[in-house]
């Protein structure tokens, strides 16, 4: 079975401070995989998909970045820390261009 | 670009009642899958559907196979355990491992 894995479960950090926020799936080759951002209260909005190990494309940057260094990991992170980041970061994955399973997600705030 | 319009925003019921949801797409879509998100923030999938209709339950989902531009989730005999916020998700045609999330619907079912 596959589970997926994110790190870490909250993190309060300042504003202008680094972010690195992880991903792993375990159980699944070369899975799809996404970023999602949800605001308090607020909908999903996808951040960032890979389809292949080093390759990433944007849908929407909010001033973060994403890499996949690995087949199995998704990482999230930025150099300065906005007060707007803050909110709730959900990693899916998919095997193909469909059906979406989601992470338990990593709740930040940033002071 | 791409639009999701979900309806209602929220909704309570009374144990024993059935409802629907529905999500409006301003194009159309290749795919669409819902979700409950629990207290914890957690997303759990209740369907995924590339047309036609599925059922699990108590709950029943359609997908517009003609026109592609309209979901619905049936809740029949709703439950306690029903509250928590719904989701849909279109997949989209305009940008492969794109999807576009609805507003989502609040639903709380009382005793």
């Known amino acids: 079975a596959q589970t997926i894995h994110q790190w870490p479960v909250a993190e309060i950090k300042a504003v202008g401070s680094p972010l690195s926020l992880g991903c792993t799936i375990k159980?699944?080759?070369?899975?799809?995989l996404y970023w999602y951002w949800q605001a308090t209260g607020g909908t999903l909005q996808q951040l960032f998909y890979?389809?292949?190990?080093?390759?990433v494309e944007s849908v929407v940057q909010l001033n973060l970045s994403a890499s996949r260094p690995k087949d199995d990991q998704f990482i999230l992170s930025t150099e300065k820390l906005l007060l707007s980041h803050s909110g709730f970061y959900l990693c899916?994955?998919?095997?193909?261009?469909?059906?979406?399973?989601f992470g338990p997600g990593t709740r930040l705030t940033v002071l | 670009g791409d639009q999701v319009e979900q309806s209602p925003s929220a909704l309570s019921l009374h144990e024993g009642t059935d409802s629907a949801l529905r999500c409006n797409f301003t194009?159309?879509?290749?795919?669409v899958q819902w979700f409950r998100q629990n207290s914890r923030g957690s997303l759990i999938s209740l369907f995924y559907l590339a047309s036609g209709t599925k059922e699990n339950g108590r709950l029943k989902s359609a997908f517009d196979s003609k026109e592609r531009r309209y979901s619905t989730l049936h809740i029949r005999d709703a439950q306690l355990e029903d509250s928590g916020t719904y989701f849909c998700?279109?997949?989209?045609?305009?940008?492969?491992?794109?999807?576009?999330f609805g507003a989502g619907t609040r639903l709380k079912v009382i005793a």
């Open positions: 194009t159309t879509m290749r795919s």
């Open positions: 159980g699944k080759s070369s899975p799809n």
């Open positions: 890979s389809i292949t190990v080093g390759q």
């Open positions: 998700a279109a997949g989209s045609y305009t940008g492969n491992y794109k999807y576009v």
């Open positions: 899916a994955w998919s095997t193909d261009r469909y059906e979406q399973y």
